[in-house]
């Protein structure tokens, strides 16, 4: 009798740990659309930008969610389709390409892999170090962007084409309003990229490395697209469709990892523990995803926290790691 309770409470407790870590798929979109109710009150938490005065301009009502499971299964749900910049996220794709080209060695022998407790935008780095503290942050991703090979616009034509390559989807393009706003408005940008030059972090002339950088962050997204790279990334840079022309185990490695460390900014600590996903957030109100082996997630709500991440879309990426297990520390 003894030890039939035993197995009783083997397979009861097994039958509980398998539960915390799956959830039925007819019950997913049930999911996406309670958590996509919930996070609704969160917007008026937030702020929309407006030190790029375009971006300004977004509605801060709009909220989607798109999700893509193991097997390229897209779930949606809300206003997945709006478009709004890219803004940040394209630093990881930069990285990527940077890294491809010169190698991790060289790249991050001009930065650094630290984690921060500074604003995104912050210069003490550049001034007590003399290099950035890790890609993510602006004065990283501008001198990751002036390392990619290439003359004129050649860096920013190259991640323009991997952003289309991994979403398969060639309409992706530059808003051309925000990107001039950006390049008129960027001062403090265009001062780390002197003082980075004058480092020698890079070779660049005049400031077409620094106009890359303000065009990349400029590429038109959604949602759906931000789950598309999300999921290249969480399954060692295969595409949805299963395309491993990128596939590099190693290279996801590197940009999962950076994102969970300097991904969210200086909340990046505090989210690692609440979410504990590898994730990229953008001013333009877009957060990406990417979990390792399972699922690949984009959500946009441009009504930001004071540290530059989206209100909602942090609590939509919490609510979802709580549900579904995903955070990698379990």
């Known amino acids: ?29 049930q999911l996406l659309h309670s958590t996509l109710v919930e ?25 989607g969610i798109a999700l893509i499971d193991k097997q ?10 709006t478009k709004f910049t890219i803004q940040s996220i394209s630093k990881i794709i930069a990285l990527m390409i940077a890294v491809q080209e010169r190698g991790e060695a060289y790249i991050f022998s001009r930065m ?48 323009l084409k991997m952003i289309r390559f991994i979403t398969n989807n060639d309409s992706i393009k ?7 706003s950006e390049k008129e408005t960027g001062n403090r940008n265009r001062s780390m990229f002197y003082l980075e030059k004058n480092f020698g972090l890079f070779d660049a002339k005049g400031e077409e490395s620094l106009n890359n950088y303000f065009k990349q962050c400029s ?49 990046s600590g505090e989210y690692s523990r609440k979410v504990g996903i590898p994730s990229k957030s953008g001013v333009g109100g877009g957060i990406l995803g990417s979990v390792p082996g399972k699922y690949g997630i984009g959500t946009f709500n441009p009504a930001l926290d004071t540290q530059g991440n989206s209100a909602a879309g942090l609590y939509i990426f919490e609510k979802l790691s709580k549900k579904l297990a995903l955070s990698i520390f379990r």
């Open 1 to 29: 009798m003894k030890n039939f309770i035993y197995s009783l409470f083997f397979i009861c407790s097994s039958t509980i740990l398998s539960a915390q870590h799956t959830y039925p798929k007819d019950s997913l979109q």
């Open 39 to 63: 996070s609704k009150s969160y917007i008026e938490k937030g702020k929309v930008a407006d030190y790029i005065p375009e971006l300004s301009k977004a509605d801060k009502n709009k909220l």
């Open 174 to 180: 530059l808003n051309e309003a925000v990107y001039l």
């Open 112 to 159: 650094g892999y630290y984690g921060t407790d500074q604003a995104f935008n912050s210069m003490e780095a550049l001034n007590t170090r003399q290099k950035p503290l890790n890609p993510m942050m602006n004065a990283g991703a501008i001198a990751t962007t002036a390392s990619i090979i290439g003359n004129g616009d050649e860096a920013y034509q190259k991640i």
């Open 219 to 267: 590429i038109e997204v959604d949602a759906v697209d931000l789950a598309k790279i999300g999921y290249f990334f969480a399954h060692n840079c295969t595409r949805f469709d299963g395309d491993k022309t990128y596939y590099n185990p190693e290279m996801a490695e590197l940009i999962n990892s950076i994102m969970l460390t300097a991904g969210m900014y200086n909340y």
């Open 72 to 81: 390229g299964k897209l779930y949606t749900l809300g206003d997945v389709h």
